[in-house]
């Protein structure tokens, strides 16, 4: 939090422009990079990935250290830095 | 029977009269109060209870239901009485003759036999309850009460040929199975799905009373609230002009037009009957047909009028205790429903609730994808797989934990691990030599020798270190879960332990396994996740002693020391009864924070298509044709032109739509709909099924002019009855490829 806290206050103008970069890996340890700004919502990258792997959002699950993501967050909520690290697995469902 | 007497004033005379009606049983006699907007009084009644009794001097009671709209559409004198009555709770269905089927849809339960739904052909001339009264269940059969025989007998005197002709008592209850609750707070819920009797005039401004204003019109619209449980088995309809609603419901439309859905078994989906889940699709020349099991039955659809909601959002569980929420979505929501799976979702809420809720000590749950983000990675060794989980356990000691919960999904199959105790391994109060050599101790109660602490006897002869299996399945390799904990945690403690405490060797001894063999275990193959909630909540709530006799025997049932980890565990019938609390527990606001409901808005979504089409398509060929279509009665006639000569302009999209535009909306959809819509009934089943099931079939959006062509072949009482249907319909018809209504 405090390190958030310190950029607000050195670059203030800076940080709307400012984008980072984020990975998602998914279970196979494939790599994807998405560009954000910290203000965007975490579902613009859901979705984004999920239309590019080809499966619907509903069957993914992102984790930020174990914890999973909602999809209103930002990275700044989230507290992401430039290249950060989300995972990505998918739904799990169990019966027998 | 308790009677209430509303008077309709003279003002009401030409503004909306908004009664909303639902018939009274099953073969459309009768009709029931469901809601009314004008008195007061009658706004707290609660839905489905009470019966129109009588309009002015008529009596109201045994008329067919279309009868008694008609009637009050046509009354012309104002101010006039309405009286309701409360329906009935016992209804007495006469059998005349033995029938091999009786065609009635039974369950039996513990103490009763309830009546789930009854098919056509009745064998019964009496008047059946409608099943959205309440639950139906047999009082009697010819006198003798169903209290006093087992239900065994009661169905074997239903099946006994002598019983005949047989008088069966039905008593109707308000109770969980319900379908409609007769509580004030849902009447909104239900209010929708039933006709609203409207008189209003062409204007969108009310306007004074004026003789000809008095032409009544009635528009029949069947909207229904996908989220509501359910209404009936019949179609609801909605006899509406442009009400509050109306414009409410145009509001919550989101703009983006809807897409081709990807159609799924099991999937949750909006459609305009409710929410449901999907059974199977059908591929036909018009288009995708799509089965739905809706609360009610089951329906057809078009596949343009069904809409995919697994990823709406449905509520949000904020958890107390461990940081973040739990988002629970339409198709987390129908995985609760018997014979579905559990997905990581529900087990996340409902772990996190009982942390919440029975608050536990040293309790930590770990993610439920631990295990399998590890194992993934294990291939590639274990510090490979150490690696990615490695910041899971961010700000937590796993080694002060007492219990730590470990779910594990593998092979499309919930278990579970319980680690105990390992909090031992960090006190540091107490020698924990024992753990990390070696030793013995030559003096029973004293000292240390090598550390100098005090013993802790008691915690190490009852408080043992292990892990414990619940598998409800015996489906995962137990060795398999427990080379993975002892793995992880052997990792964990030297990451975080190793140096400030003593090198640790996780391995069977010190982490021995326990395995009960006798606990309750799933009969089917969809309850896993249940079980799995299960045990960790009895756990929680009272754990076993896991003292040395029983780790070192590797069962928890030591008789006379705590709870007994074997059959008698718990009941069978708890699982159900879970699925059931969990059912409620993510309906329940104290509990979880209830999202917005989609179903208008995909209704909605619908309707923008509608327009859009209508607009593009058909623009040119509704004037033609409006004409045409009015000369069948000159009643539609007046109607249809006041509608022409009331579109203003297009309707747009704007998600604000004024009452002015939603009238334009709603116009082309009578004029023009019942033509495109209705098709004649070749199907054998339609014609059985057309009174109070009723089929509105508009396969053929695309070609018009086939389905006028079909539409003069229709008998014109039926097609007086689509016609309502689907222009009450409104909306939904026009995309509906096709309805049933079971």
Same mark, same amino acid.
């Given at each position: ?33 998405? &560009? ?8 613009? /990258?859901?979705? @984004?990935?999920? =239309?590019?792997? #080809? ?20 990275? &700044? ?8 690290? /989300?995972?990505? @697995?998918?739904? =799990?469902?169990? #019966?027998? | ?742």
């Amino acid at each position: 939090m405090s390190d958030n806290e310190d950029k607000v206050a050195t670059g203030e103008g800076e940080e709307k422009k400012q984008t980072i970069t984020i990975r998602v890996k998914d279970q196979s340890g494939e790599e994807t990079f998405f &560009k954000v700004k910290p203000h965007t919502k975490m579902e613009k /990258i859901f979705s @984004a990935y999920a =239309q590019r792997k #080809g499966v619907p959002v509903t069957a993914l699950r992102f984790l930020l250290d174990g914890t999973r993501i909602a999809a209103d967050q930002t990275p &700044k909520m989230l507290e992401l830095e430039d290249q950060d690290q /989300i995972d990505c @697995a998918l739904e =799990q469902v169990g #019966g027998w | 029977m308790e009677l209430i007497e509303i008077e309709i004033p003279a003002c009401k005379a030409n503004s909306l009269l908004k009664l909303r009606l639902h018939e009274a049983t099953e073969d459309g006699i009768g009709a029931v109060f469901v809601k009314c907007d004008f008195e007061s009084r009658l706004k707290r009644l609660p839905p489905f209870r009470y019966q129109l009794y009588s309009f002015g001097n008529e009596s109201l009671v045994s008329l067919p239901f279309q009868e008694i709209l008609d009637k009050l559409a046509a009354t012309k004198t104002f101010p006039n009485m309405i009286r309701l009555i409360s329906c009935p709770l016992a209804w007495n269905l006469y059998f005349p003759k033995h029938k091999k089927k009786l065609n009635l849809k039974i369950e039996r339960s513990n103490d009763a036999v309830q009546i789930q739904g009854y098919e056509k052909p009745y064998r019964t001339p009496s008047q059946i309850p409608n099943l959205i009264l309440g639950s139906q269940y047999i009082a009697a059969v010819n006198g003798i009460l169903a209290c006093d025989i087992n239900n065994q007998k009661l169905i074997a005197l239903l099946k006994d040929p002598n019983s005949y002709p047989l008088t069966l008592r039905i008593d109707i209850k308000q109770d969980e199975n319900s379908k409609v609750l007769q509580r004030p707070q849902f009447l909104l819920r239900y209010s929708e799905k039933c006709v609203i009797l409207s008189k209003r005039r062409t204007g969108t401004q009310v306007q004074l009373p004026q003789p000809n204003a008095m032409k009544k019109r009635k528009q029949v619209t069947s909207q229904e609230v996908p989220t509501t449980p359910a209404t009936s088995i019949e179609n609801p309809i909605e006899i509406l002009d442009s009400s509050d609603e109306e414009v409410k419901q145009i509001d919550l439309t989101p703009s983006k037009p809807s897409k081709v859905e990807q159609f799924t078994r099991n999937k949750a989906v909006s459609t305009p009957l409710g929410i449901g889940t999907i059974l199977g699709t059908k591929s036909t020349a018009a288009g995708k047909i799509v089965k739905v099991q809706l609360p009610f039955g089951k329906g057809y659809f078009h596949q343009l009028c069904v809409k995919g909601i697994d990823e709406i959002p449905f509520a949000i569980y904020k958890r107390s205790q461990a940081k973040g929420q739990v988002l629970l979505t339409y198709g987390d929501i129908i995985r609760l429903e018997e014979t579905q799976l559990f997905n990581d979702t529900i087990l996340d809420f409902y772990l996190s609730y009982l942390m919440d809720t029975l608050n536990p000590t040293g309790v930590y749950v770990c993610s439920t994808f631990l295990y399998g983000h590890y194992q993934r990675a294990r291939p590639e060794g274990a510090d490979k797989a150490y690696a990615a989980v490695k910041n899971w356990t961010k700000g937590i000691n796993l080694f002060e934990t007492k219990f730590l919960v470990v779910p594990v999904n593998e092979k499309g199959h919930w278990s579970v691990a319980i680690v105990c105790n390992l909090y031992q391994l960090t006190q540091k109060e107490y020698c924990r030599c024992a753990f990390f050599q070696v030793i013995k101790h030559q003096l029973p109660n004293s000292n240390c020798s090598i550390c100098q602490l005090p013993r802790n006897l008691h915690r190490e002869v009852s408080d043992r270190v292990c892990i414990m299996v619940l598998d409800s399945l015996k489906c995962h390799k137990t060795s398999r879960i427990t080379r993975f904990l002892r793995e992880y945690l052997q990792m964990e403690w030297d990451m975080k332990h190793k140096a400030t405490i003593a090198p640790l060797d996780v391995s069977k001894k010190t982490l021995p396994t326990i395995v009960p063999l006798k606990i309750p275990r799933q009969v089917n193959n969809v309850d896993c996740g249940v079980f799995l909630l299960h045990y960790v909540e009895l756990f929680l709530q009272n754990p076993p002693q896991l003292n040395m006799d029983v780790v070192a025997a590797r069962k928890p049932t030591t008789p006379g020391i705590g709870v007994q980890l074997d059959e008698t565990w718990f009941s069978l019938d708890d699982i159900p009864a879970k699925r059931k609390e969990l059912q409620r527990l993510v309906r329940d606001p104290s509990v979880v924070t209830l999202l917005d409901a989609p179903e208008k808005s995909s209704f909605s979504i619908n309707t923008i298509d509608m327009t859009k089409l209508e607009d593009s398509t058909f623009a040119a060929k509704r004037s033609v044709k409006t004409p045409e279509k009015t000369t069948k009665t000159s009643d539609k006639a007046t109607k249809t032109q006041d509608e022409t000569s009331n579109i203003p302009q297009k309707p747009t999209k704007s998600s604000k739509m004024t009452s002015n535009s939603l009238e334009t909306n709603i116009q082309p959809k009578t004029s023009n709909l019942p033509k495109e819509s209705i098709k004649s009934p070749r199907d054998t089943k339609s014609k059985a099924i057309l009174k109070s099931n009723i089929k509105v079939n508009l396969d053929e959006l695309s070609m018009p002019e086939n389905n006028q062509a079909k539409q003069s072949k229709l008998a014109p009482e039926l097609s007086q009855e689509l016609e309502n249907i689907v222009a009450v319909n409104g909306p939904v018809s026009v995309n509906n490829g096709s309805i049933w209504i079971f």
